[in-house]
């Protein structure tokens, strides 16, 4: 069983910087995409960042320049970095990758991690 399990979620600034993590862990033979969407009360899921296996990136209009999605294949683990962040940010991230298993290839998600800016 395939799991994703989020860390890095916290209270800071606005202005701060946070560094959100997700492993993977279970039984898989190959991670493609890995990425992060959040949620904020109220509204829709969406994405906040994006990366293939082969190095390329996706970042949603809104973090362009503030947040680095970052990737250690070896370790299985996505990254998330954070800087001036803003009020607007706040909202419960999820990590989420397409992985193949056994049997399929299929996108899991995390539980996701809180994130709050404020003053």
């Not at 969406?46 to 294949?73: N, P, Q, W």
Request: net charge neutral.
């Amino acid at each position: 069983q395939v799991q994703l399990l989020e860390s890095g979620g916290d209270l800071v600034q606005p202005g701060g910087s946070l560094r959100l993590s997700c492993v993977v862990s279970g039984s898989f033979f190959r991670i493609f995409s890995m990425g992060w969407y959040r949620q904020a009360p109220g509204k829709q899921r969406e994405l906040v960042a994006d990366r293939e296996r082969g190095g390329s990136t996706t970042y949603a209009d809104f973090v362009k320049g503030r947040f680095t999605i970052s990737r250690d294949d070896a370790e299985n683990t996505v990254y998330l970095q954070m800087n001036d962040l803003k009020p607007e940010d706040t909202a419960v991230y999820y990590c989420t990758g397409h992985i193949t298993t056994e049997r399929t290839t299929d996108r899991y998600w995390g539980r996701g991690t809180q994130v709050t800016v404020s003053s």
